[in-house]
């Protein structure tokens, strides 16, 4: 009965992993255009913006006094877009009544079908060892949760039944392990914004009267994927909503049927897309299965709520144009992108929490502060101003003051490579389409995209001894990916960056000492921006180069590792190493709880001998000539490492989580000096100097403004400490101390002799600290 041979084809998830994994070869992500809500109503903007950006008299900020002009006309367009389409089409497209016939006709075989098989007593063990009668074919998950409880049976969404998930209602057919999951598990979300997805494409079919292609779950929501007549607008949004909540308030019931292929194809004769994948993933003389819900049949392995009356709340976010199965040379289609929740709290919070996202998005922020902006005669490559690369060179500065105590040792390598180079590598072979090219003199060059095979050229560049193991070769190198210009995304999604990479050569038998290294490091660093993280192993995939015991014993030394450091705290990920190593991914968690994976350790056992390196053993043996006998020859391992991952990336994510309230260290204000009236600029002049003299971010503002506009132009910009000077402060050679982060600072006055400050702000910034606060 099971033949639920259609799978979800697997798409190219929306990740909020923003540049490919430093090291992997990732495939090249399919190309799309989003339009988002965000870019229709006005953004949340923080009180703080408008005269931040005044304040900074910023030349590349966007002029702001355009903006509602421009909101009023997005509305009219809303409204017209609305006022053109009908919310649902009049008469319905004939195919709804034509899945439907079909559908009516085969549930009754079926029904039949059911009714034949014998019916008998069955057991339910539950996870916590309890048992429940139930009878075959008619004893349904949902009938146990509801003898359990009723508060069970409102909040689970989906069941596990031997360790496969399967609709609430649907009967048991002999007895089973059974588990109940809620919104809250993250199988039990997936399932929940699947059939969400299905709810979307109902209210899709019914207003654009579209062809429906694939609707999954993502991480955050669904979409589904359409060929429709028209590109999908935001103006179209509302429509698609109140459909949706149309279809959630009859509480359309997701019924399951099984259907031969034959059938399907019959069925679904319309749709192009959908015949094409029952054509491709149904063997003949196979089935799979439809669900219904309302009007609306899919083709669907399933599993699914019980009924749409359990979305309690949804929201269309965004579309996008994208291609038919991710292949630029298929149809374009539409691809319509959503959240829902089975609780209407849920969908306010986290409405609340877009809006935080977007008062902090890093674009945004950089344009306040004037950090960084792009320019379209070099997309995907950043232009740092100088408070940008204040930030930038922190990041750069931190990273090497670790180097030099733990051991690393930096070096600087070319940036581009006779192709050569990449055939040794394998680059050219499995990665040419994302790196720059060149033709150089009749020959094939490229712009590295990592730094790996330069380093490998470094090692071997002499003679090595295991003496000198294990060599940690570090480098701020320039690195260039060839990413879709459709892709690109602020500091997030870019082409040209830098990694704070390393490449460790070691001797097999070291492994497990320097991941010990490694973790340290990464903890030390992490720590710093109190970034919580999350570890996980992937190990030998099915496809792999080199030997089984090799990967083995590389695996083995790993989990020790991470069960000495992170005992219990560690995931494995089976089967999903890089094809030439297992490695560690290292997510991090920022301060609205999103998650990214910065750091990654990366083992390799192909790159050392594809580039053949080598170093002497103590037990080296040579032959009469003096030659080194080739059974001694000894590979070293290498290990590719980072731990800001892409330094452009780390100062997105880090603008973010600080929401541009920079701690001391990092912030590229520190200190503002302020007179309070014309007799103490120099005084004021003075202070900056002294405190720019001590390596310090300080500026004076000995403008024409007002002290109290002055003040609130230095709070805007985020200076972390305000010197107010005058009479008093003159005379005694002090400085009167605001504090941004404490507000009480404000009203009192806390004069502090120069000096003074200046030894506690120097400490401050030594001391890296999270907490503004002088001690
Ligand atoms: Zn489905
Ligand atoms: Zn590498």
């Known amino acids: 009965m099971q033949n639920l041979l259609l799978r979800r084809v697997p798409l190219p998830r929306p990740r909020i992993r923003l540049v490919p994994n430093p090291h992997s070869a990732a495939p090249r992500r399919n190309f799309h255009i989003s339009t988002t809500r965000a870019s229709m109503d006005p953004k949340p903007v923080a009180s703080t913006s408008q005269p931040a950006t005044t304040a900074l008299d910023a030349p590349h900020a966007a002029p702001v006094a355009d903006k509602p002009k421009q909101q009023q006309q997005k509305k009219a367009k809303v409204a017209a877009a609305e006022a053109a389409h009908p919310l649902e089409l009049q008469p319905k497209p004939e195919f709804f009544e034509h899945r439907i016939k079909m559908y009516d006709q085969l549930k009754a075989e079926y029904e039949e079908f059911v009714k034949a098989q014998p019916r008998e007593e069955i057991t339910v063990t539950l ?45 048991l057919e002999k007895s089973a392990k059974l588990e109940l999951l809620d919104f809250d598990h993250p199988e039990g979300k997936r399932v929940f914004w699947h059939s969400s997805a299905h709810v979307l494409g109902e209210a899709a079919e019914r207003h654009y009267g579209c062809h429906l292609c694939l609707g999954p779950p993502t991480d955050e929501g669904f979409f589904y994927e359409m060929a429709t007549d028209r590109p999908v607008q935001p103006g179209d949004y509302p429509a698609l909503e109140k459909l949706s909540d149309m279809a959630i308030k009859d509480k359309q019931k997701f019924e399951r049927l099984v259907v031969s292929k034959e059938n399907l194809l019959k069925m679904f004769n319309y749709n192009k897309y959908k015949q094409y994948l029952i054509q491709s993933k149904i063997p003949d003389g196979e089935s799979t299965t439809v669900y219904r819900c309302g009007p609306m049949i899919d083709l669907c392995v399933g599993p699914h709520i019980p009924h749409t009356g359990r979305i309690k709340a949804m929201m269309v976010s965004k579309s996008s144009a994208s291609y038919f199965l991710g292949d630029q040379a298929n149809d374009t289609l539409q691809r319509i992108y959503g959240i829902s929740f089975p609780d209407k709290k849920q969908l306010s919070e986290h409405k609340a929490f877009l809006a935080e996202a977007a008062k902090r998005d890093h674009r945004k922020i950089g344009k306040e502060q004037e950090l ?118 602020g500091l997030t999604r870019v082409r040209r960056f830098v990694q704070d990479d390393t490449h460790i050569f070691c001797m097999p038998s070291q492994v497990e000492d ?76 920022d301060a609205l709880k999103r998650s990214y994976q910065c750091a990654t350790i990366q083992l390799d056992f192909q790159l050392p001998q594809r580039f053949n390196l080598k170093y002497r053993g103590s037990d080296e043996k040579k032959d009469e000539a003096g030659k080194t006998d080739e059974a001694t020859v000894n590979r070293p391992i290498i290990i590719h490492r980072a731990i800001l991952g892409s330094i452009e990336r780390f100062v997105a994510i880090a603008t973010e989580h600080f929401a541009g309230k920079w701690p001391f260290w990092l912030s590229p204000r520190q200190v503002l000096v302020i007179p309070v009236a014309n007799p103490y600029k120099d005084y ?59 507000v009480g600072t404000k009203a009192r006055s806390a004069t502090i002799p120069l000096a003074e400050i200046t030894e506690k702000l120097v400490k401050l910034k030594e001391a890296r600290s999270l907490k503004n606060q002088l001690d």
């Open 684 to 742: 004021a002049s003075q202070v900056a100097e002294r405190l720019s003299a001590q390596g310090l971010f300080a500026d004076v503002d000995n403008g024409d403004n007002t002290l109290q506009k002055k003040i609130r132009n230095g709070e805007i910009a985020q200076y972390n400490f305000i010197l107010v000077v005058g009479e008093t402060e003159l005379e005694t050679q002090s400085v009167n101390v605001r504090n941004r982060d404490d």
């Open 127 to 171: 996870p916590d060892g309890a048992e429940r009668k139930g009878t075959s074919w008619e004893t349904s998950p949902m009938d146990i949760a509801r003898e359990i409880s009723k508060g069970l049976a409102d909040k689970v969404v989906i069941a596990k039944v031997d360790g496969h998930l399967w609709d609430l209602e649907r009967p």
């Open 514 to 589: 320097e991941m010990a290294g490694l973790f340290d490091f990464m903890q030390h660093v992490y720590g710093i921006f109190g970034f919580d993280f999350h570890l996980e192993l992937s190990t030998r995939p099915e496809k792999f180069l080199g030997e089984v015991e090799t990967w083995n014993a590389a695996e083995e030394q790993l989990k020790q590792a991470l069960e000495k450091y992170y005992p219990n705290k560690w995931e494995l990920n089976p089967g999903d190493g890089a094809f030439y190593g297992p490695k560690i991914d290292i997510t991090i968690r």
């Open 372 to 489: 960084f902006f792009f320019h379209d005669l070099s997309p995907g490559s950043c232009f740092f101003l100088p408070h940008g690369t204040r930030i930038y060179n922190t990041l750069v500065e931190l990273m090497r003051s670790e180097y030099f105590k733990r051991g690393y040792q930096e070096v600087i390598s070319p940036n581009m490579y006779n192709a050569k180079l990449w055939e040794t590598s394998g680059h050219w072979a499995n990665y040419k389409d994302d790196m720059f090219a060149l033709n150089i003199e009749k020959e094939n060059w490229a712009l590295k995209p990592m730094n790996c095979p330069g380093h490998c050229l470094i090692f071997d560049s002499r003679d090595r001894s295991y003496r000198e193991l294990p060599i940690r070769m570090a480098e701020f190198g320039i690195i260039h990916r060839n990413e879709a210009s459709g892709a690109l995304s």
